[in-house]
């Protein structure tokens, strides 16, 4: 079995997870405490990926992402690189499909913890990202490792968006999923089989690890 797909795999979702992270948070803070109108319209558009097919997204991103349309021209004018067919591709790509496995897990964290913590700290003197900082994000903390795990898991599992951008380009764009798709295209079932139980065992573990996260955050009943 190479393990070349295996570490492409884990670096995808490394960044993806980290990227995700970091832009998720303020996301899911503001959907979490908005009054705005326009906040169903954004948390619409942030799940959107959970219900729309792999394929279509992959599609409208190959065609925003190619050199010819305006994101993928400025990409390549500045990098020389292009973003389809790429590794960097296969992030932007990653980074959409699993958005809403990172931000309804921290929004979901935030929302619980309600307002009434975050005005105490702001009557000791906390200012907005004091108390963000000191008081929501330690809060959150289970959220966050929730959300990182199901982040990284779903990016692992991601087959129809990295095929459409990415295709399968060993070494380069070639994934766990896409290597048992070509794997069992050639009849190599033993790879195939591999491959498949270690994406089977490590999407179980990350399973169990966030039901037993979320069975230890219910309050005991006596």
Known sequence: MDPGPVWLTLRLAGVTTAILLIVGTPLAWWLAHTRSRAGPVFEALTALPLVLPPTVLGFYLLILLNPAAPIGGFWRAVTGDSLTFSFSGLVVASVLYSLPFVVQPLQTAFASQGRGVLEAAATLGAGPLDRFISVASPLAARGYLTAAVLGFAHTVGEFGVVLMVGGNIPGRTQVISIA???????????????????????????????????????????
């Not at 190599?188 to 399973?207: C, G, I, K, M, T």
């Open 180 to 222: 048992i798709y070509e794997q069992v295209e050639t009849l190599n079932y033993a790879d195939a089989h591999r491959f498949s139980a270690l994406l089977l065992a490590f999407s179980f573990l990350a399973l169990l690890l966030v039901y037993s996260l979320n069975r230890r955050a219910l309050p005991r009943v006596i």
